[in-house]
């Protein structure tokens, strides 16, 4: 979510192998959110490291580069116990979370070796919504339905949506991962490439620790600082997590997945969710359909959207639950959704589309639907970050403005693609697509 891990990217999404055992008896990988495309990764700063950038008789082996950086590290956080101690977090506390805390290399590769790719949208549905993942998905709902339904009568939230969160954050809690996560975030926060985030993130683990929730021992989750069955970051369970049955400690790091489970359900609530409506649906679109009309920033009652043509994948006129937007990930040749306000919602648990959907499409497979009818494009493949960024610098010199070249397609790329598209004869629908990309070089 963007406030929970306030990294990730509104496209994309990079799939970890997770395992899922004694869930039907399958593995399957839990997608991962990719992190929002960043500048290059700089190599590590010689000054950081303290090694001369003069050439030496031999270079350092690695052994020798960890306990430099280790060496750096230390006097980092003891420049950092003031800051902590001055934000209400005690030195008995910070003693105990940094007690044999070093300098976690296999941290650093992860955040500086992310693919540039991401996947497109229907190889991502693939894993996150996968037979063996709506099938164990069923049987963990059918597992917790008491507590799930007792979760959704308190906070007014579909508890199947919740379950598909659950799902595809930690694999039905399998994996919730292991890292420290005093050390990764201190790690991240001395690196210093989003040091600011990382060591708010930091800070507000420490209070974690400091309430008694948990010990730092067993305060373990992704190497990016996520935590527990649906990975929030500390300061998302500062603001929102829940001690469901009133025992006293707000445990989401267990394999009991009920304070995991009531924290999701009251972070969608307290967004903002409309109980007992959807996420949104698969549409089909008339011949002739206004492609200038797609994307989020249009909304239409669904009594307009149905005079324009639009109907549920099974024919239907467009339910209405508010105004709502078309949306086309995959463009013209994809699938089509009409999307309410929960759509927007689940958005803050995370902003890319295709996760959005991923958790909104699972958790109505987890119901009882079918799958997509639609196909995609599958034959396309997606554009790296940097291919993203020449999109956008050739299509400002050619006069249609993106406002900005950062690698993110959003509406003013999307809306900039969709004039050039009308310009070339092309379907304007405002996919960027590697064909997009050879037309403008």
């Known amino acids: 979510m963007t406030e929970r891990l306030g990294i990730f990217a509104r496209t994309g999404l990079l799939l970890a192998g997770l395992a899922a055992p004694g869930l039907a008896g399958a593995v399957e990988s839990s997608p991962r959110p990719l992190s929002r495309p960043d500048a ?11 090694i001369s950038p003069r050439p030496r008789a031999r270079p350092l082996d690695e052994r020798e580069v960890q306990r430099v950086a280790n060496s750096g590290f230390q006097g980092w956080i003891r420049s950092f116990r003031p800051r902590a101690l001055a934000a209400g977090v005690s030195p ?10 070093h300098y976690n290399t296999d941290v650093i590769s992860r955040d500086r070796n992310q693919s540039e790719f991401t996947k497109q949208i229907w190889d991502y549905l693939d894993s ?53 996560i005093v050390e990764a975030l201190a790690t991240l926060a001395y690196d210093g ?57 707000r445990g989401i790091w267990g394999e009991d997945p009920t304070d995991g489970l009531a924290s999701t359900a009251n972070y969608l609530a307290r967004h ?19 492609y200038a009309l797609a994307g989020e920033r249009v909304k239409k009652s669904a009594a307009e959207w149905t005079r324009m043509g639009v109907r549920t994948a099974d024919g239907r006129a467009v339910p209405d639950f508010g105004r709502a937007s078309i949306l086309l990930p995959a463009g013209a ?24 959907i991923a958790v909104g499409h699972l958790g109505d497979r987890i ?23 020449e999109m956008q610098q050739r299509l400002t010199a050619r006069g249609y403005d993106t406002q900005g070249v950062d690698g993110i397609i959003g509406p003013n790329t999307i809306a900039a693609v969709r004039a050039f598209q009308a310009s070339q004869g092309m379907v304007p629908d405002g996919y960027t697509s590697l064909e997009i990309l050879r037309r403008l070089r």
Not at 40 to 50: E, Q, V
Not at 272 to 290: I, K, N, S
Not at 333 to 356: L, M, P, S, T
């Open 128 to 180: 996150a919504v996968s037979d063996t993942r709506v099938s164990n998905g069923r049987e963990a709902y059918r597992r917790h339905r008491s507590l799930l339904r007792e979760i959704e009568a308190r906070y007014k939230v579909d508890a199947h949506v919740v379950t598909a969160i659950w799902g595809l954050e930690s694999a039905y809690g399998s994996h919730k991962g292991r890292t420290p």
């Open 92 to 101: 008995s506390t910070f003693a105990r979370a940094f007690d044999g805390i």
């Open 333 to 356: 040749r994809g699938a089509a959704f009409v999307i309410y306000k929960n759509f927007h919602v689940i958005e803050r648990y995370n902003a890319a589309d295709a996760y959005v």
């Open 367 to 389: 119901r009882g639907a079918g799958a997509l009818r639609a196909g995609w494009p599958r034959n396309d493949r997606g554009l790296s970050v940097t291919e993203r960024k």
């Open 272 to 290: 903002g969710w409309a109980y007992g409506h959807p996420w949104g649906m698969e549409v089909t679109l008339p011949r002739g359909f206004d």
């Open 40 to 50: 290059a990764a700089a190599p590590m700063r010689l000054a950081m490291l303290n």
């Open 193 to 249: 490439r989003r040091g600011r985030f990382f060591e708010q993130q930091l800070v507000a683990a420490l209070k974690i620790i400091e309430s008694g929730d948990t010990a730092p021992r067993d305060m373990t989750g992704s190497w990016a600082g996520a935590m527990g069955h649906t990975q929030f970051i500390p300061t998302s369970y500062l603001a929102y997590a829940q001690d469901f049955r009133g025992d006293g400690r």
